[in-house]
Structure formats: C-alpha cells, structure tokens
C-alpha cells in the first residue's frame, strides 16, 4: 500500500486488452482450477476425516 502512489505515478499505462488475452487468461484460469480442485479431492481422500467418514 505504501509504493502503490509511486507505482501510479512511475509506471507508463497498460498496455490494451484484447479478446485474445482475455480467453488466453480465462484458459489458464479454467485449467489453473481443475487442476487445484484434482490436487484438493486428491489430497482429502487420504485425510483423516475421510478415513473416519468411510468406516461410520
């Protein structure tokens, strides 16, 4: 927060979005969230909890 006026005041405008890198970002979003939720479920499956949930 601090170099954030120094930011605005030193650095030259962005550069213009296109309808490119807008679907480029919104692909490596999309990708960036599966492959967090695969990782996630992954992960959960050999958590304690899920260990205690299958043997009730």
Do not use: H, K, N, Q
Request: hydrophobic share 65%; net charge positive; charged share 15%.
């Amino acid at each position: 927060m601090i170099l954030l006026p120094f930011a605005v005041i030193m650095d030259p405008a962005l550069a213009a979005v296109s309808v490119t890198s807008l679907a480029a970002l919104a692909w490596r979003a999309l990708i960036g969230a599966v492959a967090t939720d695969a990782l996630w479920f992954r992960a959960s499956r050999g958590s304690c909890l899920a260990r205690f949930r299958r043997s009730a």
